[in-house]
């Protein structure tokens, strides 16, 4: 059964420095990537997927993550954050059951940054 | 295309009513879902309907939820006898046919006092 697992719960970080936010998933089939974004007392929004093709894919505002079949891993990175990409991130994966999919979520990471 | 909407968006009830909460996803998705996010946690799969057809429900949905979709359009999900445990955000999601990323509405946030 597919699975995602974020490392780290909170992630404190200055403004413009860069950040990480990592994530790890277990899948026995074909793997499809997603991160989300939620502001406080929202809904999620796709920032971005990896569905196949080229392994880094990117965002329209700054952020790229990186497939990575050998670690099983799907790491988001910004080379430099703003106190605006303050929010919770969520990956997720895609799961196949009985001829339909559905999206498996780890417990999300929250980005704090700071002036 | 204005997006996946839901209302209420805010719910506040006592422990032993009944809530019902809509969902309307983008008019040409057939695929919708419905999620529960609890506080520190990440979505958790409810159902999902393909049209009017309601084809899974994880078994965190105990008996007394149930959730509709009649006309394979808006869908409705009912909790009766709230307890306090069912306080959490309750997200839908809808996506076409051939896609694989689901887009969410804003949620409905249940407190149960």
């Known amino acids: 059964a597919q699975s995602v697992t974020q490392l780290d719960s909170q992630v404190p970080v200055f403004e413009e420095a860069p950040v990480e936010l990592r994530c790890n998933y277990s899948?026995?089939?074909?793997?499809?990537l997603f991160w989300y974004v939620q502001y406080p007392n929202q809904g999620l929004q796709l920032l971005l997927k990896?569905?196949?093709?080229?392994?880094l894919v990117e965002s329209i505002n700054g952020f790229e993550a990186e497939f990575n079949k050998s670690q099983t891993s799907f790491h988001l990175r910004k080379p430099s954050v703003h106190i605006s990409d303050t929010a919770e991130y969520f990956c997720?994966?895609?799961?196949?059951?009985?001829?339909?999919?559905?999206?498996?979520f780890g417990a999300g990471t929250r980005l704090a940054v700071h002036p | 295309d204005t997006g996946v909407s839901q209302d209420p968006r805010h719910k506040i009830t006592k422990r032993g009513q009944n809530v019902t909460f809509r969902c309307d996803p983008i008019?040409?998705?057939?695929?919708l879902y419905w999620y529960r996010q609890t506080l520190g946690q990440g979505p958790e799969f409810l159902t999902y309907?393909?049209?009017?057809?309601?084809?899974?429900k994880s078994r965190l949905l105990s008996d007394r939820f149930s959730a509709e979709r009649p006309k394979g359009s808006f869908s409705t999900l009912e909790i009766q006898r709230t307890e306090q445990g069912d306080s959490a955000m309750y997200l839908c999601?809808?996506?076409?046919?051939?896609?694989?990323?689901?887009?969410f509405g804003p949620g409905t946030r249940l407190t149960v006092t």
């Open positions: 309907f393909q049209n009017e057809a309601q084809l899974e």
């Open positions: 997720a994966v895609v799961m196949f059951s009985g001829g339909y999919n559905k999206l498996i």
């Open positions: 899948s026995s089939v074909s793997v499809y």
């Open positions: 999601a809808s996506k076409g046919g051939d896609s694989y990323e689901q887009y």
């Open positions: 990896y569905l196949s093709g080229s392994t």
């Open positions: 008019s040409e998705h057939n695929r």
